[in-house]
């Protein structure tokens, strides 16, 4: 009987069960089944997004786990970190007894903290020469050994190291902050630019790509920084590119020069240069530089010799910052470090990458016209370069930097392929500071 009944009435069910859709729901649903194809694979352009430009340094993971897996991986990073047992607003008390109660310095310098892509002394390459010296102007300002907490990419996760005073020790997995921590504006952040802009410094970072980079744009201003000059605000002539579509370092320190004589208020700035930034081979039409070696083929040499005609610019044009102040009466720091060694060849088959310290290993060099910038110690990770300009420069600033650099005494380097275990009471004071800026209350900034 069933079936007779669903014989005679099938064209009133199938109407009655046919699904029914509104025209305007096909461009939704087509639009979300095209996403969730690309991102199940690794189509990622067809989506708009541009891995070139947007998130270089983790574009072999994307190639290898598809972009879906990716994001899922470093979403999940994100929410495995927890907070720490010792976390409360008794955390400002215990912070104030590590504070140094200097005196303002009437001073005011100029500051300006350079991060120099993948910068490292190419002439400690074992089994390679060069027909010129390479840092002729920086090596005389080298002060310390700095152990980056990346190789070969992620540059944002140096620099928010070095700007903030944090540490990736405590950050799950591979998760770049300023990606996954400072998403959206309004989350304020403690950082050396706030410390300055709280001293009535104009504070500025500059950097010769995209604002969105790595969520610059977002990160920059959370962090206190009144201007970020992006290339989008950058006025450049086809002079100012590398072959390989990369703006030279001359024209990036034309961009600080730039602002430094366009105010009179002190400032503070953060450059991040662009031109050693990999890959090698094509970036020039032609070098200057040559590597030379009776082991390595040409094209090894190749590359090498194009990653040291960029460290050999970027020297020249650090010296010409310097030359700048060296005529002038006004009192100056700066502060330059490389924020990763660069991904070449060479250093896969040399052993260099078989052992931490020299394969995270990068300079810091530091000059000024008026005091003593040198370190005491011979090595430092990058989280203590925060406190160590603020101390430099004479100006207020809040009391956790100033626990941070009493770290250096029993702890000068803390990074996760050094640091076993961090259970102490010192790092776990430490990690507390990092969740109340990261994810607590702020209790440390009100």
Known sequence: MTTILAIKFRVQLQTYFKPHFSRLAFPAIAGTIILFWSILGNNYQSIGIDIN????????????LGLGVYTLLEFSDKNNASEPENYSHSI???IQQYKVHNTENTLRPTVILILAESLFDADSIPNITFNKELLSNLSPYKVANLL????????????????????????PGDVVPYTAYFNKYGDIAGSLAREFR????????VHANIETYYNRNIAYFNMGFNDFISIEDMELNKNDYLADGLVSDAAFVDQILNILKANEVPVFIFGASLESHSPYLYKYESTDILAHSDIYSENILNEVSSYAQSVYNFDQQMGRLIAHFEQLDKPVLIYIFGDHKPPLKVNELNGCLDNDWQKYQVPLYAY???CDVSVEQE???MNQIAP????????????????????????????KNVIDNWECEELQLYNAIQWDLLFGWDYLLR
């Open 388 to 415: 160590e300009i603020l101390r430099k420069s004479g100006v207020l600033y809040n009391a956790y930097f100033d626990y941070i650099y009493s770290l250096r005494n029993n702890y000068p380097v803390i990074h």
């Open 379 to 381: 090595w430092l990770s």
């Open 198 to 205: 709280n001293n009535g410094y104009y504070t500025y970072a």
């Open 148 to 171: 980056s907490p990346i190789y070969g990419g992620r540059t944002a996760s140096a620099e928010f190291e070095v700007l903030t005073g944090l540490s990736s020790l405590f950050i």
């Open 368 to 370: 000024s016209n008026y």
């Open 53 to 64: 430009e947007t998130y270089l340094d983790s574009r072999a993971e994307i190639n290898m």
């Open 92 to 94: 400002v008390n215990t």
